[in-house]
């Protein structure tokens, strides 16, 4: 039986001022984020879970089931793209907010929940979202990373390749995945402003995703179809938990 909660909520960021590499709308060029949210939101809806949004620059409140969540984010601290200010937000958010229990973190703009997902999530476990490919994929490759990153993805080139767009874990996992994930490009930008040789990160947090799922949480990961749906496959009924593209 589905025991809905308030307490469980899918978490997402949409910044404004940052380098994407990858899309280039503007919320305020659009009818407003509640609208490109609104596939999110909608879904979400239907099993009553509370979606936020962490957005900087966006003058739009609560609507429905959708929270937009103002935060103070200066570009100029970082030598890094959103995809990896984002997930800084997202701890600050959750410390913040100790009520939360179960938490799915999401790309705001791109996925959709199939079924409600909180029940099935243990403690200490993390379910991700993964693709067809494996972490020799041309995107982990064409990325700058520091050689520790390096050696263990030519030593592990046959793992599934985890999607960062879904990441699903009780409050204390998530916040334990994230206080290293932060912990780890903050040492990154602060040997590269040292001038360490190969202390670089590049355009998107795949690789350090990948690397700290498999280096610190081995043996508590869960992917797959029932987390999520094929990647890019735009697959509207399905037993997963979030339809990803």
């Not at 703009?109 to 020799?136: A, K, M, R, S, W």
């Amino acid at each position: 039986m589905t025991t809905i909660s308030k307490n469980n909520i899918i978490l997402g960021e949409f910044l404004k001022g940052f380098y994407d590499p990858q899309f280039t709308w503007d919320a305020e060029e659009t009818n407003g984020l509640t609208e490109i949210c609104q596939p999110l939101a909608q879904s979400a809806a239907y099993y009553d879970i509370p979606v936020y949004v962490l957005a900087n620059g966006i003058g739009q409140k609560k609507q429905a089931n959708l929270h937009i969540e103002p935060v103070q984010v200066n570009p100029q601290r970082y030598k890094l793209t959103l995809y990896f200010i984002r997930w800084e937000l997202a701890l600050n958010f959750l410390v913040q907010h100790p009520e939360f229990e179960k938490v799915a973190l999401v790309d705001a703009t791109d996925v959709t929940v199939l079924n409600y997902p909180f029940d099935q999530v243990e403690d200490q476990f993390l379910y991700f979202g993964d693709e067809i490919n494996y972490l020799d994929a041309g995107i982990i490759k064409r990325d700058p990373k520091t050689p520790e990153m390096r050696n263990f993805f030519e030593e592990n080139p046959e793992l599934q390749l985890l999607n960062p767009g879904v990441i699903v874990g009780t409050r204390e996992t998530i916040i334990e995945f994230l206080t290293i994930f932060v912990s780890i490009f903050n040492r990154i930008q602060v040997e590269e402003m040292r001038g360490v040789p190969e202390q670089r990160l590049g355009n998107y947090e795949m690789s350090l995703v990948n690397y700290i799922a498999y280096r610190y949480f081995y043996n508590r990961i869960r992917h797959g179809r029932e987390v999520s749906t094929l990647f890019m496959y735009n697959e509207h009924t399905s037993g997963a938990w979030f339809k990803h593209k």
